[in-house]
């Protein structure tokens, strides 16, 4: 096992395009997180699955993003109609149980022109 | 609501200094620690959790509840120290939802 990957690493798009990011756990891992990061900040919760169930959405999502982890492995997230503001860089991270340690992936870098 | 707080956003140390990474947080249920480390081109990782009560690369955290602190430190610096570190909280009750405060970069020079 490698750890946890994403794909792709690079996005760069139109305003007003829709995008789809990906994230591999790692395989034993029932936990799921996905972050935003901007310059100078720490990652930024989004929001977190347990298994196939998403069990909390940050407020500040709005929307326009959604998650699924449909068979409780893989995780997508889609940013529909994107804006400016959405370029940031998006972490994903599993644990193995909820208060566990994280492990992170290399991250997508998004930019919207 | 969960808070985490980093006051120094840059601590510069000479190699050999002792170092102290401030963070302190707020949260009135019963919480979680961590310090995570992101190394230079690499991606985000656990240098330590106050759970475990581990010394890992020669920095320790010590949890004081009373003044909802968790400084990380380490006697001597040394120049693979340098990083940004973040200091993040997980909720314990309802939910496990995991807050990060916004980093410090830590450089140690020679």
């Known amino acids: 096992d490698t750890g946890v990957s994403q794909d792709p690493r690079h996005k760069i798009t139109k305003r007003g395009q829709n995008v789809t990011f990906r994230c591999d756990p790692i395989s034993e891992h029932n936990r799921l997180y996905w972050y935003r990061q901007t310059l100078g900040q720490g990652p930024e919760f989004l929001t977190y699955f347990q298994n196939e169930a998403q069990l909390e959405k940050s407020r500040l999502l709005s929307d326009r993003f959604s998650a699924e982890r449909p068979k409780g492995s893989f995780s997508t997230l889609e940013i529909q109609r994107t804006e400016q503001g959405d370029s940031a860089m998006y972490l994903c991270?599993?644990?193995?149980?909820?208060?566990?340690?994280?492990?992170f992936g290399p991250g997508t870098r998004l930019l919207v022109l | 609501a969960q808070r985490v707080t980093q006051p120094e956003k840059l601590l510069s140390v000479f190699k050999g200094a002792p170092v102290e990474l401030k963070c302190n947080y707020s949260?009135?249920?019963?919480?979680?620690l961590f310090w995570y480390v992101q190394y230079s081109r690499q991606r985000l990782q656990l240098l330590l959790r106050?759970?475990s009560r581990e010394s890992i690369k020669g920095f320790t955290a010590d949890l004081n509840k009373g003044e909802t602190s968790f400084h990380l430190k380490k006697p001597f610096a040394q120049e693979e120290d340098s990083a940004m570190y973040y200091c993040a909280l997980t909720a314990l009750s309802g939910g496990f939802k995991t807050i990060f405060g916004a980093g410090t970069r830590l450089f140690v020079k020679a």
């Open positions: 991270a599993s644990s193995a149980t909820g208060g566990e340690t994280q492990y």
């Open positions: 949260y009135s249920g019963s919480p979680e």
């Open positions: 106050h759970i």
